[in-house]
């Protein structure tokens, strides 16, 4: 079976980069970075399911879900919004306008996968192989469980009880997949998020751009990928 087609349209690259680390195995993920961009795309390809930005840096997106409404080719296709978390009205305009769903800024991993396959029908979230990661630190060495992955970015969930790394802190690390130990590898933090967003959450997404890789490596965290998600290569 086909992979259901994705485009993300979003000028910001951390945002398109968690998108594809979060459904690139569950979906054939394009993206555009402004409604012009955007346009060409859903002009050229059918989508499975669109999500797109508000502010976008030539036309706000509310005018892009509105154009394909109102499109007979485009109008079933399922249109996510997402919004910044204080742009409340932006929410209802985007439900008049006909909006399948939104998603607040920030999001997690989980947020974004159950609202994309809640949307995309008969298309269940792919079993994936457990991965876990050992985060070596001050001295420390601290365990948790792989949330996504690319050739260059990992999403570790940590709990939050057990200090996990600073931003902008360098790390050393191995990861598990299946009770197989990995290469190590280096790398540094670049995000840290309560996951569900919660200020009382119990786990805390480390996100931690991987260093210095070589093809051995690349080859490794593809195969890695796959396995988290479900698919195969």
């Excluded at 769903?101 to 269940?124: A, C, D, W």
């Amino acid at each position: 079976m086909d992979k259901p087609r994705l485009l993300v349209i979003d000028d910001d690259p951390n945002i398109v980069e968690l998108v594809r680390a979060g459904l690139s195995k569950g979906f054939e993920v394009d993206d555009a970075m402004d409604v012009a961009s955007a346009k060409v795309c859903l002009d050229s390809y059918r989508y499975d399911l669109v999500l797109c930005d508000w502010m976008l840096p030539d036309v706000n997106g509310d005018k892009l879900l509105a154009w394909a409404k109102q499109n007979p080719r485009l109008r079933d296709t399922p249109f996510v919004m997402v919004t910044a978390k204080d742009d409340k009205e932006c929410v209802v305009t985007a439900i008049r306008l006909g909006a399948d769903g939104y998603i607040i800024k920030p999001f997690t991993l989980e947020r974004l996968r159950t609202k994309v396959y809640s949307l995309v029908e008969k298309r269940p979230e792919p079993q994936a192989v457990e991965c876990k990661a050992s985060l070596h630190y001050r001295n420390q060495l601290v365990k948790g469980s792989v949330k996504a992955l690319t050739r260059d970015l990992l999403i570790v969930a940590i709990s939050r009880h057990k200090f996990p790394p600073h931003i902008f802190e360098e790390v050393a690390l191995q990861l598990e997949q299946g009770g197989n130990s990995g290469s190590n590898f280096r790398g540094a933090v670049t995000t840290l998020q309560a996951e569900g967003l919660a200020l009382d959450a119990e786990m805390v997404e480390v996100h931690i751009r991987l260093q210095e890789l070589t093809d051995a490596q690349r080859d490794e965290l593809s195969r890695m990928e796959c396995a988290l998600d479900g698919g195969t290569d």
